[in-house]
């Protein structure tokens, strides 16, 4: 019973360039959640999917970030003409149902570096 | 205003003694989780306490809330080296769609 699974772990891009993260929820997950990890601080809440649909995306940044959970494979984040702003660890969580009274599952992160 | 305060932000502990850090959070919750965060790793959950109840056991781990203080305490009884991380409680808020994270605490058990 695999977990939340992201990749890629490791991502280094250079000023500019495109950054695409995936995340497959964990088997029977159909929400999805992605949160940003500046280093030593707290994770802050981005969006919410569930399958082709956004909830809410009110931590979504207005420009650049996008981020969709289509009907068949994984759920994307997607970062256009990155800067150096945006080095951090992305983490991607799944449930079975909302947040509300449920656990979260949370999968291993991607550490995007841009240079 | 933050949603889930951790103190202290940093703990350093000797192996065996017990570790309690709190969380103070400023709205109405439905219920609050405690997770871990090792070093360059993802987040595992650790415990959930809904809003009617006031204590939870798992294990070594023991978490209260007082709802009244808008406060909860994660204890970690005959702590060991392997329990140094971050930990970190999140809350729901009235929302539901999302948790709201503290900035954490860093617990360092030293053996």
């Known amino acids: 019973n695999a977990g939340v699974m992201q990749n890629p772990r490791h991502l280094v891009r250079r000023r500019g360039q495109e950054a695409r993260l995936r995340c497959s929820p964990m088997k029977g997950h159909s929400h999805v959640y992605w949160y940003r990890q500046l280093p030593e601080e707290g994770l802050k809440f981005m969006v919410y999917?569930?399958?082709?649909?956004?909830?809410?995306e009110s931590g979504m940044p207005k420009e650049r970030f996008s981020a969709e959970f289509p009907k068949e494979g994984p759920s994307i984040l997607r970062i256009q003409q990155v800067v150096r702003g945006d080095s951090a660890a992305y983490f991607c969580a799944s449930s079975q149902q909302g947040a509300l009274g449920n656990t979260i599952y949370f999968g291993e992160g991607s550490w995007l570096t841009v240079v | 205003s933050q949603q889930g305060e951790e103190d202290p932000q940093a703990l350093s502990i000797q192996e065996g003694e017990n570790a309690t850090m709190n969380c103070s959070y400023k709205t109405s919750i439905n219920n609050l989780q405690w997770y871990r965060q090792n070093s360059g790793r993802g987040l595992v959950h650790l415990i959930l306490i809904r809003s009617n109840e006031r204590e939870k056991h798992s294990g070594r781990l023991r978490v209260t809330l007082d709802t009244s203080k808008k406060s909860s305490s994660l204890l970690i009884t005959a702590s060991r080296a392997a329990d140094t991380a971050s930990y970190f409680c999140a809350t729901d808020g009235t929302s539901g769609s999302r948790l709201t994270f503290g900035e954490g605490t860093q617990l360092t058990v030293n053996p």
């Open positions: 999917l569930q399958k082709e649909n956004i909830i809410d």
